[in-house]
């Protein structure tokens, strides 16, 4: 394993922060399948108590005959069910995950991270005997990872329930081979980890109440794959009714390398690494059903996702895509989008100021970028990128037009690089978004983090800003336990967490002592996020324009010109 994708681990490993101090009489809760026995902690830096509820079942463990198939509801238990260990994560290399997460994990306590099929939970953090008190607003958190790593418990939610007075339920879903295979037909329709979301989300309304949740004020929040995901249910039509807001940090829906317009493909190159025969799909689908947890793990090590493989004829897949399976997705998420045929709810879309700056380059494994890139380098780097541009190589030169011109400098042409890909990736997508949500009419509000977090100087070159996911720390309140953090990265986490759970609990960020965050209008203003925040319009306009406008014509018109040869 590289040392790119381990240091992908390493900066979204936010593990439990657990502080001293239990309280003696464990806190229980009844829900609908059975009683449960959970933790209560001490918020030191809020002096406020968290009952914490781990490894929740919110359905049945998607074994044998329930491998490719949507999930079952959970089997209900008759004894009391200990609630205070952390689930075995959903099916990725265990070794990694473990060693980065006791080198920089942030809790007081050894997070034990195990990887299993059965791995179909949900973490719960409430504040403190909150059943007795008027329900409070639940945030159902969804982790990134490409769709093919991340788990529940790499997040806590302590803080934010403390700080916000809210409910923070952190969930897992199956993921890479076992969540998201697709045969491209009835066989294996695919999207089982969106379906474990949307089971989850059932699961809440059922029994969130318990936990001092209202199921009547329900936001999904997420970041990368997770922001995918929350606006991924933001169009199904099987999470109409299970959440009332969302919000996706640096993902979307509709951003091309996570979606497989023809699945099929992938299907068979999975199938022949796991040594099964590819003659059907229900002869590809039985033959994989039988393959033991560890055959699927080696198949998944053997296909060697997050690497992009730049000068090879064939395309190389680096993350798990979903697919248009005619269920979750009726159809594209563009589709959707365009006929407004879009859940009924508030959303905030946002992105970070440099998403490709360093962290997702790195797990990536481009070239080392951090000295500079030569003209040469560049441009096999973006030939080779069809899967994150969607243009084929004959029209990369439309990309390095617009981008580099007649820049040599390495410096300057690394850059521009890395703002390409940022731009095209999760910029334009986020955007186009925005604009779809707003003009079905349901409120809309965008962002863009600004600040580099104090933690990660002796870890990040100095050219980076704000990194992909680097403001996931700021809304779970980890500068209240990070040593490191300094008293304006405590204000700035303060003031997103407000947003965040203003947001929660009416539909609107704004409230007392904050900077006016506008609608996204036709005017289409912003909220700029950093240890300042400043109302701006029009982010990246012109790059937008470039990627969902100008560059699709120049296409379209060298294809017409080459057709009339």
């Known amino acids: 394993m590289s040392s790119g994708k381990g240091l992908w681990l390493v900066l979204l490993i936010f593990a439990a922060w657990v502080a001293e101090g239990r309280d003696s009489a464990p806190p229980e809760v009844l829900t609908k399948y059975g009683r449960l026995r959970g933790q209560q902690i001490k918020i030191s830096a809020l002096k406020k108590d968290v009952d914490v509820f781990l490894g929740i079942p919110y359905a049945k463990p998607p074994v044998g005959h329930l491998r490719f198939a949507?999930?079952?509801?959970?089997?209900?238990?008759?004894?009391?069910?200990?609630?205070?260990?952390?689930?075995?994560?959903?099916?990725?290399?265990?070794?990694?995950?473990?060693?980065?997460?006791?080198?920089?994990?942030t809790s007081k306590e050894h997070v034990p991270l195990t990887i299993s099929e059965d791995c179909l939970y949900l973490n719960v953090y409430t504040v403190a005997r909150s059943v007795t008190k008027p329900k409070l607003p639940v945030m159902v958190w969804i982790h990134g990872g490409g769709l093919l790593l991340g788990a529940?418990?790499?997040?806590?939610?302590?803080?934010?329930?403390?700080?916000?007075?809210?409910?923070?339920?952190?969930?897992?879903?199956?993921?890479?081979?076992?969540?998201?295979?697709?045969?491209?037909?009835?066989?294996?329709?695919?999207?089982?980890?969106?379906?474990?979301?949307?089971?989850?989300?059932?699961?809440?309304?059922?029994?969130?109440?318990?936990?001092?949740?209202d199921p009547g004020s329900v936001t999904v929040f997420g970041e990368s794959a997770g922001g995918i995901s929350a606006s991924a249910l933001v169009l199904s039509p099987l999470a109409k009714g299970l959440f009332h807001k969302a919000i996706s940090e640096s993902g979307v829906a509709i951003i091309d390398v996570l979606l497989d317009f023809h699945p099929a493909e992938l299907a068979k190159k999975i199938t022949e690494s796991a040594g099964c025969e590819t003659s059907s799909s229900s002869e590809m689908v039985r033959c994989l059903k039988g393959k033991t947890e560890d055959e699927i793990l080696q198949t998944t090590l053997k296909m060697d996702?997050?690497?992009?493989?730049?000068?090879?004829?064939?395309?190389?897949?680096v993350f798990f895509p979903a697919v248009v399976d005619g269920v979750f997705f009726p159809k594209s998420p563009k589709l959707l989008l365009a006929e407004k045929k879009i859940n009924n709810v508030p959303f905030v879309i946002g992105v970070n100021n440099h998403e490709y700056g360093w962290i997702v380059p790195s797990i990536l494994q481009y070239p080392d970028f951090t000295r500079g890139l030569d003209r040469a380098t560049v441009n096999t780097v973006i030939r080779g990128s069809e899967q994150f541009t969607t243009v084929a190589p004959e029209y990369a030169h439309i990309i390095l037009d617009e981008y580099l011109k007649d820049i040599e400098d390495p410096i300057q042409l690394r850059d521009q690089l890395l703002d390409l890909f940022g731009d095209v990736v999760f910029v334009a997508p986020s955007?186009?978004?925005?604009?779809?949500?707003?003009?079905?009419?349901?409120?809309?509000?965008?962002?863009?983090?600004?600040h580099r977090p104090s933690w990660y100087e002796a870890l990040k070159p100095d050219f980076v800003k704000a990194d992909h996911g680097d403001e996931i720390a700021f809304v779970f309140g980890m500068p209240f336990l990070e040593d490191n953090a300094n008293e304006e990265e405590r204000n700035l986490s303060k003031i997103i967490?407000?947003?965040?759970?203003?947001?929660?609990?009416?539909?609107?960020?704004?409230?007392?002592?904050?900077?006016?965050?506008?609608?996204?209008?036709?005017?289409?203003?912003?909220?700029?996020?950093?240890l300042k925040q400043k109302v701006s319009k029009k982010l990246k306009e012109k790059q937008v324009a470039f990627w969902t406008k100008t560059l699709p014509e120049k296409i379209a018109e060298s294809r017409r010109a080459r057709t009339e040869l």
Request: glycine share 8%.
């Open 70 to 105: 949507p999930p079952a509801p959970a089997e209900p238990w008759s004894s009391l069910r200990d609630a205070t260990s952390y689930p075995p994560m959903c099916l990725q290399d265990p070794v990694i995950v473990q060693s980065e997460s006791d080198a920089f994990t």
């Open 152 to 213: 529940a418990s790499t997040y806590d939610g302590s803080v934010l329930a403390a700080s916000e007075d809210v409910v923070v339920v952190a969930i897992q879903y199956r993921l890479g081979i076992l969540g998201f295979f697709s045969s491209g037909d009835a066989t294996a329709r695919g999207n089982w980890g969106f379906l474990d979301q949307v089971a989850a989300l059932q699961w809440i309304q059922e029994n969130i109440a318990a936990f001092g949740g």
């Open 305 to 317: 996702f997050t690497t992009v493989h730049l000068e090879e004829d064939e395309k190389h897949v």
């Open 431 to 450: 955007i186009q978004t925005a604009r779809f949500h707003r003009d079905a009419g349901y409120p809309t509000y965008v962002y863009e983090f600004q």
């Open 497 to 530: 967490m407000k947003y965040w759970a203003n947001f929660a609990r009416t539909g609107n960020p704004n409230g007392d002592g904050l900077t006016a965050w506008p609608k996204y209008d036709q005017k289409e203003q912003y909220l700029e996020i950093g």
